[in-house]
């Protein structure tokens, strides 16, 4: 682009090198876009004025850069409103029964259970532990191939009742010739609150946290 100093100097050369300089900043900068047409404009030689060809190319470009702007602004505006969308959704979930992947679940009322797809049946060690890693229960069940349902009374194996809080299940699987059983795990349980800390929100089950886009089923009122 052929762009003259202020002080009225023009030149193919001084054109060349000042297109090369300054096409990243126009793209990235509008008003400093027109503020070079225009100084080349006020700047040209009457005896060398700028070829029309020139001159329509730049305005193409001009055009464009306007174009990309307002497209950049538009997309903005869409993604604020997606993201208030999603805040709004994820609000929605509060009060309803999620289930999402996972090997961590609240114990509740005496109460926890994961869901479990095994990829045989078998026999399967499961080991129980607390939020700080401690085992508190090991126990031995039977598992069928596919979808099915580990419910846990809380008791442990010194024979007393674990406090209420969140914990993990590990399953050991074998199948009767001694392969290793795949066992994909699943929770569930009441959403009582969403984090918006992060890029997506996160679902509250007491402590803890599932990824919005996470969650496998929903239950209203559940």
């Not at 679940?105 to 259970?113: E, K, M």
Request: negative net charge; hydrophobic residues 35%.
């Amino acid at each position: 682009m052929a762009v003259s100093g202020v002080n009225g100097s023009s030149g193919s050369t001084s054109s060349t090198s000042s297109s090369s300089s300054s096409t990243s900043t126009i793209a990235g900068n509008f008003d400093q876009f027109l503020l070079l047409l225009t100084t080349q404009l006020k700047n040209q030689s009457p005896l060398d004025p700028l070829d029309t060809n020139q001159f329509t190319e730049q305005l193409v470009q001009f055009a464009g850069v306007e174009q990309q702007l307002k497209t950049n602004d538009t997309l903005s505006s869409l993604l604020s409103l997606s993201a208030a969308g999603t805040a709004t959704n994820a609000v929605g979930f509060i009060g309803s029964t999620i289930s999402a992947d996972g090997a961590t679940t609240p114990l509740v009322n005496g109460s926890a259970s994961w869901k479990v797809n095994a990829s045989a049946a078998g026999t399967a060690t499961i080991t129980i532990t607390d939020s700080k890693g401690s085992v508190v229960q090991t126990m031995t069940r039977s598992l069928t191939a596919g979808d099915q349902t580990l419910s846990w009374d809380g008791s442990t194996s010194i024979g007393t009742t674990a406090p209420e809080g969140e914990y993990t299940i590990a399953i050991d699987g074998r199948s009767v010739a001694g392969e290793t059983i795949t066992a994909k795990t699943q929770i569930s349980g009441l959403v009582d609150g969403v984090d918006f800390t992060g890029s997506i929100p996160v679902l509250k089950i007491g402590g803890i946290s599932v990824p919005i886009d996470k969650v496998k089923s929903v239950v209203r009122g559940a």
